[in-house]
């Protein structure tokens, strides 16, 4: 183990570095990279790219922990422009864990050069990265450890106080950064199909009487296993899927309570609206969960009328086009086709309940969105069918991106479960939109199907989802 007061003695002949001292801004800016990049790879590297040349230094290295670390993901910057790959399979040769004690800021103003089994972790890093002073803590999300961030100069520095609290505070934000990288692990699956109640084994012989009492009783244990499940899995979501909005909540009222004399009118602005927009998510999380709870114990009630479509489709459209078009990484263009009756100008209608359908296609042109690859359209349209003496509504959803592979189809309107795909980029999402969506089209007496098919070699898909809903009561 390191002894950080035999460190601190260390006296070496340290390089001038000149450090602007305004943490706010940096914290404002680190905020803004995590909320404003999906992709884990490219937030760590813009966050440590950040803080190198923030303080300054010649490396920076944030190390985002998953359970097991062994195979960490690394964000990294340094002058002389290594490649991350690089960088990461020389960090494979070390252990992360060993480098810095719990709990503790690690500032060792020059690494010696000589071997020294107290130091043999850090020896190893400093002959890695080429670097002779070090500044380096333990982020921790939850009470649990989930990474490092680790400064180095090519000289030897004399890490001043402020630099240290800078980091120590910087620490709480990469913390919530390294807790979006490594997504949850899925739960596995249960057995669906458990035996007969009671421990019976056999079929039961005797009257109808009997038989229709086996057959009811099944089913309210079958319905009460599965409730039982959703809860399990529900506690599990919230325990995970709230941490994040929580901690980066906490941070904004701190910020707020402790520097409100030193925040200027924009920063105040900019916290304010950190915590509206985590508020939402924390809202929007607890809604999804109190609607599938009510769609699986049949507590939602339908309130069907005659709706005019376009509008609904309008006021979508006024609100994700201007999102899809401002986000630079994305730059989304949503098309409409079919709105308007083929035999006059007015919108299609359909007997339903608006505030259902309303919902529905939001969820799906929001979920098309996310998986969309940049600059491509999403395209929402609608044909009539006449399906014998019912006339129906075909609504489709289609994007190009991510696509779903045949495996995951089966599942993709489960309850917390998330495509492969979607979990290595990290985005967003906690499986329970198509849930709703299907139970919500089923509820209105509809049905969805979804189609996804690769159109290139390079894991580009076409992705439709077809809901059908009847146009006129029946």
Same mark, same amino acid.
């Given at each position: *183990?390191?002894?950080?007061?035999?460190?601190?003695?260390?006296?070496?002949?340290?390089?001038? *570095?000149?450090?602007?001292?305004?943490?706010?801004?940096?914290? &404002?800016?680190?905020?803004?990279?995590?909320?404003?990049?999906?992709?884990?790879?490219? *937030? %760590?590297?813009?966050?440590? !790219?950040?803080?190198?040349?923030?303080?300054?230094?010649?490396?920076?290295?944030?190390?985002?922990?998953? /359970?097991?670390?062994?195979?960490?993901?690394?964000?990294?910057?340094?002058?002389?422009? %290594?490649? !991350?790959?690089?960088?990461?399979?020389?960090?494979?040769?070390?252990?992360?864990? =060993?480098?810095?004690?719990? &709990?503790?800021?690690?500032?060792?103003?020059?690494?010696?050069?000589?071997?020294?089994?107290?130091?043999?972790?850090?020896?190893? #890093?400093?002959?890695?990265?080429?670097?002779?002073? #070090?500044?380096?803590?333990? =982020?921790?999300?939850?009470?649990?450890?989930?990474?490092?961030?680790?400064?180095?100069?090519?000289?030897?520095?004399?890490?001043?106080?402020?630099?240290?609290?800078?980091?120590?505070?910087?620490?709480?934000?990469?913390?919530?950064?390294?807790?979006?990288?490594?997504?949850?692990?899925?739960?596995?699956?249960?057995?669906?199909?458990?035996?007969?109640?009671?421990?019976?084994?056999?079929?039961?012989?005797?009257?109808?009487?009997?038989?229709?009492?086996?057959? @009811?009783?099944?089913?309210?244990?079958?319905?009460?296993?599965?409730?039982?499940?959703?809860?399990?899995?529900?506690? =599990?979501?919230?325990?995970?899927?709230?941490?994040?909005?929580?901690?980066?909540?906490?941070?904004?009222?701190?910020?707020?309570?402790?520097?409100?004399?030193?925040?200027?009118? &924009?920063?105040?602005?900019?916290?304010?609206? +950190?915590?509206?927009?985590?508020? /939402?998510?924390?809202?929007?999380? +607890?809604?999804? +969960?109190?609607?599938?709870?009510?769609?699986?114990?049949?507590?939602?009630?339908?309130?069907?009328?005659?709706?005019?479509?376009?509008?609904?489709?309008?006021?979508?459209?006024?609100?994700?086009?201007?999102?899809?078009?401002?986000?630079?990484?994305?730059?989304?263009?949503?098309?409409?086709?079919?709105?308007?009756?083929?035999?006059?100008?007015?919108?299609?209608?359909?007997? !339903? &309940?608006?505030?259902?359908?309303?919902?529905?296609?939001?969820?799906?042109?929001?979920?098309?969105?996310?998986?969309?690859?940049?600059?491509?359209?999403?395209?929402?349209?609608?044909?009539?069918?006449?399906?014998?003496?019912?006339?129906?509504?075909?609504?489709?959803? !289609?994007?190009?991106?991510?696509?779903?592979?045949?495996?995951?189809?089966?599942?993709?309107?489960?309850?917390?479960?998330?495509?492969?795909?979607?979990?290595?980029?990290?985005?967003?999402?906690?499986? @329970?939109?198509?849930?709703?969506?299907?139970?919500?089209?089923?509820?209105?007496?509809?049905?969805?199907?979804?189609?996804?098919?690769?159109?290139?070699?390079?894991?580009?898909?076409? =992705?439709?989802?077809?809901?059908?809903?009847?146009?006129?009561?029946?």
């Amino acid at each position: *183990m390191i002894n950080l007061n035999q460190v601190q003695k260390q006296k070496p002949r340290t390089a001038k *570095m000149e450090f602007n001292f305004n943490s706010n801004d940096l914290i &404002d800016e680190i905020i803004s990279i995590i909320q404003a990049n999906p992709n884990p790879q490219e *937030m %760590l590297r813009d966050i440590a !790219t950040r803080l190198g040349r923030y303080f300054p230094t010649d490396v920076c290295v944030i190390i985002a922990e998953n /359970q097991s670390f062994l195979i960490p993901e690394i964000g990294v910057w340094n002058r002389d422009n %290594l490649s !991350t790959e690089t960088i990461k399979q020389l960090l494979l040769n070390l252990s992360p864990k =060993t480098l810095i004690p719990p &709990d503790q800021l690690i500032a060792l103003p020059e690494i010696p050069y000589n071997y020294n089994p107290q130091f043999s972790q850090i020896n190893q #890093l400093a002959k890695l990265l080429s670097i002779r002073a #070090l500044l380096g803590i333990e =982020t921790q999300f939850g009470g649990n450890p989930n990474g490092l961030i680790l400064l180095g100069t090519y000289q030897p520095h004399d890490w001043t106080e402020p630099e240290q609290n800078l980091l120590k505070r910087c620490r709480q934000i990469v913390a919530i950064a390294n807790s979006m990288v490594h997504p949850k692990e899925e739960r596995p699956e249960k057995d669906l199909n458990p035996g007969l109640p009671f421990g019976i084994t056999r079929s039961i012989p005797g009257d109808n009487l009997v038989k229709k009492w086996y057959q @009811l009783t099944r089913q309210q244990l079958e319905q009460q296993r599965q409730l039982n499940e959703l809860k399990d899995e529900i506690i =599990t979501v919230i325990s995970h899927e709230a941490g994040t909005p929580l901690a980066t909540m906490k941070l904004a009222i701190e910020m707020l309570q402790e520097r409100q004399d030193q925040l200027s009118p &924009d920063s105040q602005k900019r916290y304010w609206g +950190i915590l509206k927009q985590e508020w /939402q998510r924390l809202q929007d999380l +607890i809604g999804s +969960i109190k609607t599938l709870q009510q769609l699986k114990s049949s507590e939602l009630s339908v309130n069907p009328q005659q709706v005019e479509l376009y509008p609904i489709c309008h006021e979508l459209i006024e609100k994700l086009q201007p999102q899809w078009q401002e986000d630079k990484r994305k730059k989304l263009t949503l098309v409409t086709e079919g709105l308007f009756s083929s035999e006059s100008d007015s919108s299609l209608t359909l007997y !339903t &309940d608006p505030q259902y359908l309303r919902s529905i296609l939001l969820e799906l042109l929001t979920n098309a969105g996310k998986f969309a690859a940049p600059g491509t359209n999403v395209f929402l349209s609608v044909t009539e069918q006449q399906q014998g003496n019912q006339k129906n509504l075909i609504i489709t959803v !289609t994007n190009i991106g991510l696509g779903i592979i045949t495996a995951e189809k089966q599942q993709i309107f489960d309850p917390f479960r998330r495509g492969q795909g979607m979990t290595d980029k990290a985005i967003p999402g906690i499986g @329970l939109g198509l849930t709703l969506v299907k139970g919500l089209v089923e509820l209105l007496g509809g049905t969805i199907e979804v189609a996804s098919d690769p159109i290139n070699d390079e894991g580009i898909y076409q =992705t439709s989802f077809r809901l059908t809903l009847s146009q006129f009561q029946s």
